[in-house]
C-alpha cells in the first residue's frame, strides 16, 4: 500500500509544470526570515507602554 503512495507522488512530481530552483527558495527562505524579524523588531519596547 505505501509502495503504491510512493509512485503515486513520484509520478506527480515528474509532472508537475512549476518547478522552483534551489537558490531561488534559499532566498525566498530568508527573505520570510528578514520579514519576521522585522515584525518581531516592531513590537520591541511593546510592553512598555502602560
Known amino acids: ?3 503504491i503512495a510512493v509512485l503515486a507522488a ?3 512530481v515528474e509532472h508537475s ?3 522552483i530552483p534551489p537558490v531561488l527558495f534559499g532566498v525566498l527562505a530568508f527573505g ?3 520579514v519576521a524579524l522585522l515584525a ?6 511593546a510592553h512598555n507602554k502602560h
Not at 518581531?40 to 519596547?45: D, E, I, S, V
Open 10 to 12: 513520484e509520478e506527480a
Open 17 to 19: 509544470g512549476f518547478e
Open 40 to 45: 518581531t523588531y516592531a513590537f520591541r519596547n
Open 1 to 3: 500500500m505505501l509502495h
Open 32 to 34: 520570510g526570515f528578514v
